[in-house]
């Protein structure tokens, strides 16, 4: 996880499983919201693959995030893993932008710090 600005932007890698990994999202989410984080971007650049169950876990940090009134966004989801999305029909819960600098942007961050 990295910050620009006021955004934590969470940096996926490989397969999002609902694994361990994606426990350890959940719990370093909730973590952050507890310090007062409130904005967040969920880069899928490095993800090869989400499953339904890392699709649970991600609409599980986004209700977290919208019960504090934050905000979520998803960024650069590769056409494998907005399959899964559609097929688990939740696609259109999610805010999602073609790019990092679009997903900054739509969060709040100025064009010329992305």
């Known amino acids: 996880m990295v910050k620009i600005e006021d955004v934590v932007v969470v940096e996926l890698q490989g397969e999002v499983w609902g694994g361990w990994d994606s426990v350890e999202l959940k719990d370093s989410v909730g973590r952050l919201l507890k310090t007062g984080e ?3 971007l969920v880069d899928f650049s490095a993800c090869s693959s989400v499953n339904s169950s ?3 876990v991600l609409l599980a940090v986004q209700e977290a995030i919208r019960n504090i009134n934050g905000k979520m966004a998803l960024c650069e989801v590769n056409e494998r893993a907005r399959r899964a999305f559609s097929i688990s029909e939740v696609w259109n ?22």
């Open 38 to 40: 409130r904005k967040f």
């Open 54 to 56: 890392g699709i649970g």
């Open 93 to 114: 819960e999610f805010d999602s932008k073609a790019s990092r600098a679009e997903g900054l942007k739509s969060l709040g961050v100025s064009e010329s710090n992305p």
